[in-house]
């Protein structure tokens, strides 16, 4: 039986390097035939913002990335609805790649994981 690992996307996409190399690590844990499952709390709700221009700060833009998850594979793409409302932020604004759910049902997920990765 495989493993499965849950990724936590917690912090905003720009001002550290964070997002990006937890978007490359479920990628590449994917290939592994890993159960990958990408968990977005707290500043990072942020990372699946629409129409991000990170080009005025001289960084490169890797929101576009999150689409390819389901290609890898990851099915299980999640987002703090408590999250979203606490920063204004309305599932219309978001990359269509995740569903929004409760705390409680991230919580959930996160102790059923085998191994949770976060940075």
Do not use: W
């Not at 221009?53 to 987002?79: C, W």
């Amino acid at each position: 039986m495989s493993k499965s690992l849950s990724i936590i996307f917690n912090k905003a996409p720009y001002g550290s390097q964070s997002g990006r190399e937890l978007l490359d690590i479920a990628l590449m844990a994917a290939a592994f035939d890993m159960e990958i499952k990408a968990l977005f709390i707290e500043d990072g709700v942020y990372q699946l913002l629409d129409n991000q221009q990170p080009d005025v700060l001289y960084m490169k833009n890797h929101s576009p990335t999150f689409k390819a998850l389901d290609l890898y594979g990851i099915e299980t793409r999640l987002i703090a609805e408590h999250d979203l409302v606490e920063r204004g932020i309305t599932q219309e604004q978001l990359l269509p790649v995740a569903e929004t759910t409760s705390q409680e049902t991230i919580k959930q997920v996160i102790s059923e994981s085998d191994f949770v990765f976060m940075l």
